[in-house]
């Protein structure tokens, strides 16, 4: 059964495909709702991303998704929500260097240092990221820890992979993971800020952030701010560049280091190098970004230190 016969089968009559992510496709149903078929979530995890919904609702200066009805009658779970307001940021976003990109870049810091701002709820304690089952950050476990472990965890299931197309990778992962440490503070973290998760108005104002709970988690603000940097443009020839400037944005508004963001982005990216791999879309796979992220001689000199 298709998603759209899916849907049909729910008594959504002609349902306008709206976008598709890593989690899901999205679909207008008119009347103000739209509805989000998973590609991978259960019943009981998006039950427990409706708690998540409920925690933060409110707690940000935009707008978040809150569920309405959870159906399960096909291959796929299928939620009901309210169709937010604002236009995805890629779609009226200057391309990088144009004039007024800086708009954009200014939009996506606003929603990294909004959401730095948040105290994690309680029940991303409870909540797994990726394709992963057991939480991420349960109470006790620090966040190096955490992340330390969700990093073997990946490699351990793609390590081959990894290092068939990164220069000493064993040796680099090694110092990866020496140079991550604890913070003092953490905060939630959503982990998949894209251009495509901001919604804007016609200013460029953030009015809603979208698809919390792939890899939302109890964290670092400072690794929202390096992941961000990276996939707000992550197919761009000029990656490398944009990174810099989005960096330079962190460093200088909310004063996070610069090794340490690209500490973080290392870690993000080898968390993401995989995560299309079953994707029902077949899209691309991360895993070439990533090899071109740690043999560049930023990443090499910072790991073969």
Request: glycine share 8%.
């Given at each position: 059964?298709?998603?759209?016969?899916?849907?049909?089968?729910?008594?959504?009559?002609?349902?306008?495909?709206?976008?598709?992510?890593?989690?899901?496709?999205?679909?207008?149903?008119?009347?103000?709702?739209?509805?989000?078929?998973?590609?991978?979530?259960?019943?009981?995890?998006?039950?427990?991303?409706?708690?998540?919904?409920?925690?933060?609702?409110?707690?940000?200066?935009?707008?978040?998704?809150?569920?309405?009805?959870?159906h399960r009658t096909g291959?796929?779970?299928?939620?009901?929500?309210?169709?937010?307001?604002?236009?995805?940021?890629?779609?009226?976003?200057?391309?990088?260097?144009?004039?007024?990109?800086?708009?954009?870049?200014?939009?996506?810091?606003?929603?990294?240092?909004?959401?730095?701002?948040?105290?994690?709820?309680?029940?991303?304690?409870?909540?797994?990221?990726?394709?992963?089952?057991?939480?991420?950050?349960?109470?006790?476990?620090?966040?190096?820890?955490?992340?330390?472990?969700?990093?073997?965890?990946?490699?351990?299931?793609?390590?081959?992979?990894?290092?068939?197309?990164?220069?000493?990778?064993?040796?680099?992962?090694?110092?990866?993971?020496?140079?991550?440490?604890?913070?003092?503070?953490?905060?939630?973290?959503?982990?998949?800020?894209?251009?495509?998760?901001?919604?804007?108005?016609?200013?460029?104002?953030?009015?809603?952030?979208?698809?919390?709970?792939?890899?939302?988690?109890?964290?670092?603000?400072?690794?929202?701010?390096?992941?961000?940097?990276?996939?707000?443009?992550?197919?761009?020839?000029?990656?490398?560049?944009?990174?810099?400037?989005?960096?330079?944005?962190?460093?200088?508004?909310?004063?996070?280091?610069?090794?340490?963001?690209?500490?973080?982005?290392?870690?993000?990216?080898?968390?993401?190098?995989?995560?299309?791999?079953?994707?029902?879309?077949?899209?691309?796979?991360?895993?070439?970004?990533?090899?071109?992220?740690?043999?560049t001689p930023e990443v090499?000199?910072?790991?073969?230190?």
């Open positions: 059964m298709s998603y759209d016969e899916q849907l049909l089968e729910l008594g959504f009559q002609a349902p306008e495909e709206l976008a598709i992510g890593m989690q899901g496709a999205v679909y207008r149903l008119g009347q103000g709702k739209v509805a989000k078929v998973w590609f991978h979530a259960g019943e009981q995890e998006l039950r427990t991303l409706a708690e998540l919904y409920d925690a933060i609702d409110g707690q940000l200066p935009f707008r978040t998704p809150r569920m309405l009805e959870l291959r796929y779970c299928v939620t009901v929500e309210e169709e937010l307001p604002g236009v995805p940021l890629h779609t009226v976003a200057p391309a990088y260097g144009e004039p007024g990109w800086e708009r954009a870049r200014d939009c996506v810091v606003d929603v990294v240092e909004a959401l730095a701002q948040v105290e994690a709820p309680e029940v991303l304690r409870r909540t797994a990221v990726l394709d992963e089952t057991v939480p991420f950050r349960p109470e006790g476990v620090s966040w190096s820890e955490a992340l330390t472990g969700l990093l073997r965890r990946r490699v351990a299931r793609f390590g081959d992979q990894l290092a068939e197309v990164i220069d000493d990778f064993e040796a680099k992962f090694d110092s990866l993971l020496g140079q991550l440490t604890d913070v003092p503070r953490t905060r939630l973290v959503h982990g998949d800020v894209t251009a495509g998760n901001i919604l804007v108005d016609g200013d460029l104002r953030p009015v809603t952030l979208l698809d919390f709970g792939l890899s939302t988690m109890v964290g670092d603000p400072a690794f929202e701010a390096a992941s961000a940097a990276s996939v707000i443009d992550l197919w761009s020839p000029r990656v490398r560049e944009i990174e810099a400037a989005y960096d330079a944005a962190f460093t200088d508004r909310l004063g996070y280091d610069a090794v340490q963001l690209l500490v973080y982005r290392c870690a993000y990216s080898l968390i993401i190098a995989n995560a299309h791999d079953d994707d029902p879309y077949g899209r691309d796979s991360h895993l070439p970004l990533t090899a071109k992220l740690f043999n090499t000199a910072l790991l073969t230190r």
